[in-house]
């Protein structure tokens, strides 16, 4: 019985068993198939626009919506919303914001009300305040129901369109974002001229170059953006400008950001410590405007690296673009978007053509119809007849001896049009007019024959329309840029003070009742060098053990080359004291580096530190036991060169040091710094890039002229920041160096030449050395020594057109550099352009190659050295010799 039992419940276990797993199967069945049909929903249907006309369904619904409802006026939101939920199978919060986002893209609808504010975050008023309408630009390039493809809306009761017949890369200009199961797509909004002339190069057979542009406007590096396609990444800035040497303003964000979360990233930066600014404004109305306050002693050039560094004002954008193509979702680039978006308004505008071409073909047969019907006065054969049939047979008759000429078989639909003509319209039947209206109809057709005939001539003038009728005022918002790389230890603020323990080795930010070193940055590296002649490189933090017995601690810069650390030790095996210059410029972090030969008991004598590598000289004495003859004696470290670190060093005495004195201060052993000016960047470099500017050293400075008549002198610091498109020369300053210009006064009308030296001696201010008036402007301006100038001029009442060419030191001598200088010609001056001069008239000390000197900052007898970009090197941003600057009068 119990056995019997027991094989009862295994049997209902094993029973139990089969039905879970006979249970488990359709989930995975389920999970399998419905999952599937979820996702693939949920891309087709809701996130991924379809690549005909960049449309997400939604979207188009609201299209076609707003079209069914358009009679010119504006219609409420809540209208709209209600009129699309015909089609939309979800609920109306959807197709509100998907409105909202099409409206503030300022292309499809003209808005009405508050529609929020992109630049700002601000939302859009509730459906039933704002109002909406479809633009014109819309009702011409998105609707042709003669070219829609239709389908029946979900429930059946209505039709809507699969895609609109969209005539202009809507995609591409209107820019999408979405995210699906599985993937995500985001199409960045492009120009909207550019897009045009970019399917017009497609037609042309040439390849576009397309790059993003954002309503937000700011700045954009688009050397990575590798055609939208995944991988891809945009760097994109804010606009920041020196509102004065103490606030900076913010003119333009960058996309994807509002004015709200970007001042909210610039107040957490400050508190933070990264950047010290005193208060944040926002001004916004029309423009963008944020002003900011720095704190006292901040350098407006770093805080605006810093601020690019540290907050939203520089934003990194990776585009994802993934588009529906016969039903599922492609991974293209751009281009290849435009190119099928180019290749769909030429097939749709070839639909449009043959069906106005077959509108007009039947236009011309019955007008033809029409007149024989009439002037063959077939009408009256039909008056006896008695029947239907025989009225159609009649004049059935009547057109047999014309039927050849027409371009199909006459059938029983046109006869009975030809029964409709009313009696009134046959006696007043003018054959005249009836032959004028069949010669336009056939011009039309030829016309139309002609565009089928050269579809892509016709196709580059339909894009060239829309251009100039459309385009105006939609240039590019975003300017193109290249950004250097912003070195973050650098334009930190100094948010931390370092302190030390030498005795018992420990540094960082905490030790607040130990010594004060510097002031420095959370982000730095400090580096250490102890007796033992160790050196050892670590991240600041608050506290550190770093070795016993510091000598030397300070904030460590990655490939300094300019740092020079001047050591005198003893070697512990023979007793000799060596002495070497070097620099550390890489390491590895908390890894010790040994400065002495590695033997036990070396110990460091003297340990100095030199930013611009400067060699002084010391006092050697020797313990009072030594056998030399000379127990006191000096050594200049100018002698030695400077090396790696590992380098063992000179022999200073093979005989015990008592001690080591500084005598003397050391200059610096190292040459000028080599910099070069990159003009597309607007900043100083030692890479060679761009125009080279000379050898700089102690407290040289830089010259920059600008082209609103004003110079300036800078410092050399590789943070200044320049603006390349206000810049007309950039050079070392030279206090000899003449300054030649010729300049037009806005209140005399004329215009005027000078020369002068700069005299002033202030740093980063900007003095105008042309006259204030309004309307005044530079025309030209060199540093040459010899400059020249040709001067087109207009005599006599015939108003007769002369040229002279004039050595600029021949016309005035050399004045202060407030004066007005000297009236350039009599005679109406019409333009003005620098020149070489003649080779007799190049002065002795110039170049024997016949040019002048233009940079004062080469050596006599000595090439400057070549820039990597030669092309870049004759920029410069100045008008240079042979430009050419045409005046308006």
């Given at each position: 019985?119990a056995?019997e039992?027991?094989?009862?419940?295994?049997?209902?276990?094993?029973?139990?068993?089969?039905?879970?797993?006979?249970?488990?199967?359709p989930?995975?069945?389920?999970?399998?198939?419905?999952?599937?049909?979820?996702?693939?929903?949920?891309?087709?249907?809701?996130?991924?626009?379809?690549?005909?006309?960049?449309?997400?369904?939604?979207?188009?619904?609201?299209?076609?919506?707003?079209?069914?409802?358009?009679?010119?006026?504006?219609?409420?939101?809540?209208?709209?919303?209600?009129?699309?939920?015909?089609?939309?199978?979800?609920?109306?919060?959807?197709?509100?914001?998907?409105?909202?986002?099409?409206?503030?893209?300022d292309?499809?609808?003209?808005?009405?009300?508050?529609?929020?504010?992109?630049?700002?975050?601000?939302?859009?008023?509730?459906?039933?305040?704002i109002?909406?309408?479809?633009?014109?630009?819309?009702?011409?390039?998105?609707?042709?129901?003669?070219?829609?493809?239709?389908?029946?809306?979900?429930?059946?009761?209505?039709?809507?369109?699969?895609?609109?017949?969209?005539?202009?890369?809507?995609?591409?200009?209107?820019?999408?974002?979405?995210?699906?199961?599985?993937?995500?797509?985001?199409?960045?909004?492009?120009?909207?001229c550019?897009?045009?002339?970019?399917?017009?190069?497609?037609?042309?057979?040439?390849?576009?170059?397309?790059?993003?542009?954002?309503?937000?406007?700011?700045?954009?590096?688009f050397?990575?953006?590798?055609?939208?396609?995944?991988?891809?990444?945009?760097?994109?800035?804010?606009?920041?400008?020196?509102?004065?040497?103490?606030?900076?303003?913010?003119?333009?964000?960058?996309?994807?950001?509002?004015?709200?979360?970007?001042?909210?990233?610039?107040?957490?930066?400050?508190?933070?410590?990264?950047?010290?600014?005193?208060?944040?404004?926002?001004?916004?109305?029309k423009?963008?405007?944020?002003?900011?306050?720095?704190?006292?002693?901040?350098?407006?050039d770093?805080?605006?690296?810093?601020?690019?560094?540290?907050?939203?004002?520089?934003?990194?954008?990776?585009?994802?673009?993934?588009?529906?193509?016969?039903?599922?979702?492609?991974?293209i680039?751009?281009?290849?978007?435009?190119k099928?978006?180019?290749e769909?308004?030429?097939?749709?505008?070839?639909?449009?053509?043959?069906?106005?071409?077959?509108?007009?073909?039947?236009?011309?047969?019955?007008?033809?119809?029409?007149?024989?019907?009439?002037?063959?006065?077939?009408y009256?054969?039909?008056?006896?007849?008695?029947?239907?049939?025989?009225v159609?047979?009649?004049?059935?008759?009547?057109?047999?001896?014309?039927?050849?000429?027409?371009?199909?078989?006459?059938?029983?639909?046109?006869?009975?049009?030809?029964?409709?003509?009313?009696?009134?319209?046959?006696?007043?039947?003018?054959?005249?007019?009836?032959d004028?209206?069949?010669?336009?109809?056939?011009?039309?057709?030829?016309?139309?024959?002609?565009?089928?005939?050269?579809?892509?001539?016709?196709?580059?003038?339909?894009?060239?329309?829309?251009?100039?009728?459309?385009?105006?005022?939609?240039?590019?918002?975003?300017?193109?840029?290249?950004?250097?790389?912003?070195?973050?230890?650098?334009?930190?603020?100094?948010?931390?003070?370092l302190?030390?323990?030498?005795?018992?080795?420990?540094?960082?930010?905490g030790?607040?009742?130990?010594?004060?070193?510097?002031?420095?940055?959370?982000?730095?590296?400090?580096?250490?060098?102890?007796?033992?002649?160790?050196?050892?490189?670590?991240?600041?933090?608050d506290?550190?053990?770093?070795?016993?017995?510091i000598?030397?601690?300070?904030?460590?810069?990655?490939?300094?080359?300019?740092?020079?650390?001047?050591?005198?030790?003893?070697?512990?095996?023979?007793?000799?004291?060596?002495?070497?210059?070097?620099?550390?410029?890489?390491?590895?972090?908390?890894?010790?580096?040994?400065?002495t030969?590695?033997?036990?008991?070396?110990?460091?004598?003297?340990?100095?530190?030199?930013?611009?590598?400067?060699?002084?000289?010391?006092?050697?004495?020797?313990?009072?036991?030594?056998?030399?003859?000379?127990?006191?004696?000096?050594?200049?470290?100018?002698?030695?060169?400077?090396?790696?670190?590992?380098?063992?060093?000179?022999?200073?005495?093979?005989?015990?040091?008592?001690?080591?004195?500084?005598?003397?201060?050391?200059?610096?052993?190292?040459?000028?710094?080599d910099?070069?000016?990159?003009?597309?960047?607007?900043?100083?470099?030692?890479?060679?890039?761009?125009?080279?500017?000379?050898?700089?050293?102690?407290?040289?400075?830089?010259?920059?002229?600008?082209k609103?008549?004003?110079?300036?002198?800078t410092?050399?610091?590789?943070?200044?920041?320049?603006?390349?498109?206000?810049?007309?020369?950039?050079?070392?300053?030279?206090?000899?160096?003449?300054?030649?210009?010729?300049?037009?006064?806005?209140?005399?009308?004329?215009?005027?030449?000078?020369?002068?030296?700069?005299?002033?001696?202030?740093?980063?201010?900007?003095?105008?050395?042309?006259?204030?008036?309004?309307?005044?402007?530079?025309?030209?301006?060199?540093?040459?020594?010899?400059?020249?100038?040709?001067?087109?001029?207009?005599?006599?009442?015939?108003?007769?057109?002369?040229?002279?060419?004039?050595?600029?030191?021949?016309?005035?001598?050399?004045?202060?550099?407030?004066?007005?200088?000297?009236?350039?010609?009599?005679?109406?001056?019409?333009?003005?352009?620098?020149?070489?001069?003649?080779?007799?008239?190049?002065?002795?000390?110039?170049?024997?190659?016949?040019?002048?000197?233009?940079?004062?900052?080469?050596?006599?007898?000595?090439?400057?050295?070549?820039?990597?970009?030669?092309?870049?090197?004759?920029?410069?941003g100045?008008?240079?010799?042979?430009?050419?600057i045409?005046?308006?009068?």
């Amino acid at each position: 019985m119990a056995e019997e039992n027991k094989e009862n419940t295994n049997g209902k276990a094993q029973h139990e068993d089969e039905e879970v797993i006979h249970d488990v199967t359709p989930v995975s069945g389920m999970y399998q198939n419905w999952f599937l049909d979820y996702a693939s929903y949920v891309i087709l249907e809701r996130a991924v626009p379809a690549v005909e006309d960049g449309f997400k369904p939604v979207q188009r619904r609201i299209m076609h919506a707003l079209k069914e409802m358009d009679d010119g006026r504006f219609n409420k939101v809540a209208n709209v919303i209600g009129q699309t939920m015909q089609y939309h199978p979800h609920g109306d919060a959807s197709i509100g914001d998907a409105m909202v986002n099409i409206g503030q893209k300022d292309l499809l609808i003209e808005t009405q009300g508050n529609w929020g504010d992109i630049r700002t975050g601000d939302s859009a008023a509730a459906p039933r305040y704002i109002e909406a309408r479809l633009s014109k630009f819309a009702l011409d390039v998105v609707y042709n129901p003669q070219t829609t493809e239709w389908q029946l809306s979900y429930d059946g009761r209505k039709k809507e369109p699969v895609t609109l017949p969209v005539k202009f890369p809507l995609l591409l200009a209107q820019g999408v974002e979405g995210i699906a199961v599985g993937l995500s797509t985001k199409i960045l909004p492009h120009n909207f001229c550019e897009l045009i002339k970019g399917s017009i190069d497609v037609l042309k057979g040439k390849k576009p170059k397309l790059y993003p542009d954002f309503p937000t406007g700011g700045m954009a590096d688009f050397s990575e953006y590798n055609e939208g396609l995944r991988g891809g990444k945009i760097k994109v800035r804010a606009k920041i400008e020196e509102y004065d040497k103490k606030t900076l303003v913010i003119k333009d964000i960058p996309f994807g950001t509002t004015t709200t979360s970007l001042i909210d990233s610039i107040i957490k930066a400050n508190d933070k410590g990264k950047i010290k600014i005193k208060q944040v404004i926002d001004n916004t109305a029309k423009d963008i405007e944020i002003l900011v306050s720095l704190a006292p002693g901040q350098s407006p050039d770093i805080t605006i690296d810093a601020l690019y560094a540290f907050t939203d004002c520089e934003v990194s954008i990776s585009p994802n673009a993934c588009v529906i193509i016969d039903d599922k979702p492609h991974f293209i680039g751009v281009n290849e978007m435009l190119k099928l978006s180019t290749e769909q308004t030429v097939d749709l505008l070839t639909q449009e053509l043959e069906i106005k071409k077959a509108e007009l073909m039947e236009k011309i047969l019955f007008s033809s119809l029409e007149k024989i019907f009439i002037e063959n006065r077939i009408y009256r054969d039909i008056e006896e007849c008695e029947t239907w049939e025989a009225v159609i047979k009649t004049i059935d008759k009547g057109l047999d001896p014309f039927k050849e000429q027409f371009y199909r078989e006459i059938t029983e639909e046109d006869i009975v049009k030809l029964t409709e003509i009313k009696i009134k319209r046959i006696s007043k039947f003018d054959t005249f007019k009836a032959d004028e209206l069949l010669k336009k109809l056939q011009d039309e057709l030829a016309e139309t024959e002609h565009h089928l005939a050269n579809i892509v001539d016709f196709a580059i003038a339909y894009f060239s329309h829309l251009l100039e009728k459309y385009g105006k005022g939609r240039e590019r918002k975003t300017e193109i840029k290249s950004f250097e790389s912003i070195d973050t230890t650098i334009v930190a603020a100094n948010n931390q003070k370092l302190y030390v323990n030498r005795k018992d080795g420990f540094v960082g930010y905490g030790l607040k009742k130990d010594e004060f070193v510097t002031d420095c940055s959370d982000l730095d590296d400090i580096i250490v060098i102890r007796r033992d002649g160790k050196c050892m490189v670590s991240r600041i933090s608050d506290k550190l053990f770093m070795g016993k017995d510091i000598l030397h601690v300070g904030v460590w810069k990655k490939g300094d080359e300019r740092m020079t650390y001047n050591l005198i030790y003893v070697d512990g095996k023979t007793g000799r004291s060596m002495a070497k210059r070097f620099n550390v410029k890489a390491i590895t972090r908390d890894k010790e580096y040994d400065l002495t030969k590695g033997n036990a008991n070396s110990r460091v004598h003297y340990l100095t530190a030199n930013p611009n590598g400067e060699a002084e000289l010391v006092t050697v004495k020797l313990t009072s036991g030594a056998k030399a003859r000379k127990k006191v004696f000096e050594f200049d470290f100018a002698d030695l060169d400077i090396k790696g670190r590992g380098a063992g060093g000179n022999i200073v005495t093979k005989y015990p040091v008592r001690k080591i004195e500084l005598k003397a201060e050391g200059v610096s052993t190292l040459s000028g710094l080599d910099l070069w000016y990159d003009t597309s960047i607007g900043r100083l470099n030692r890479e060679e890039r761009g125009k080279y500017l000379g050898k700089f050293n102690g407290e040289d400075n830089v010259l920059v002229i600008y082209k609103d008549g004003s110079y300036e002198l800078t410092s050399y610091e590789l943070t200044n920041r320049y603006d390349p498109s206000k810049i007309v020369l950039i050079e070392r300053f030279d206090p000899e160096t003449v300054i030649s210009t010729v300049y037009y006064d806005g209140d005399s009308k004329n215009y005027y030449i000078k020369r002068f030296k700069i005299e002033t001696t202030s740093i980063d201010k900007k003095f105008e050395f042309i006259s204030e008036a309004s309307g005044s402007k530079l025309v030209v301006v060199s540093t040459s020594k010899n400059p020249h100038i040709e001067v087109e001029v207009v005599k006599g009442k015939g108003k007769e057109k002369e040229t002279e060419k004039l050595a600029m030191q021949a016309l005035i001598d050399v004045k202060g550099w407030k004066a007005m200088g000297n009236r350039l010609s009599q005679h109406s001056v019409k333009k003005v352009q620098l020149v070489e001069p003649d080779p007799e008239e190049v002065a002795p000390e110039e170049s024997d190659s016949g040019e002048a000197n233009d940079n004062p900052s080469t050596e006599k007898g000595k090439e400057a050295p070549k820039s990597a970009d030669s092309k870049k090197d004759k920029e410069g941003g100045d008008f240079g010799v042979g430009a050419t600057i045409e005046l308006d009068f």
